[in-house]
């Protein structure tokens, strides 16, 4: 059997902030730890049937910039329904929701340049 392993490391502040978040896999196709600005990972309890999340992001992530992370978070679940459940109006309905998110994003940050 073949084995995969993930690896995170998270640099904290004095305040136990995230300061720097690097993370390394099995079949990472850059060697040594990557940097990242942000992480999410759930995990299924099958024993509760509910979930855990560890979502952790750095103090120099942009607001811009995780809103968009959160996006395509959703866009991928989205691509999960599909292939794990056969769902393509669960997956559509997520997409829809991505989309309206996403112009959303777009009108603050046109609004933004704007009052630069």
């Known amino acids: 059997m073949r084995k995969s392993d993930i690896h995170f490391s998270v640099e904290l502040d004095d305040q136990s902030v995230p300061d720097k978040i690097y993370w390394d896999a099995t079949d990472n196709p850059n060697e040594g730890l990557s940097d990242t600005r942000a992480i999410a990972i759930a995990l299924w309890d099958h024993y509760h049937n509910s979930t855990l999340k560890i979502d952790l992001w750095t103090k120099d992530m942009e607001v ?36 309206i998110l996403s112009k959303r994003l777009e009108e603050e940050i046109r609004a933004q340049k704007q009052q630069q």
Not at 85 to 90: I, K, S
Request: include cysteine; charged fraction near 30%.
């Open 64 to 99: 811009v910039d995780m809103k968009r992370f959160l996006i395509e978070i959703m866009s991928g679940i989205a691509d999960t329904a599909v292939s794990a459940t056969g769902d393509q109006r669960m997956a559509t309905d997520i997409e829809n929701t991505c989309r």
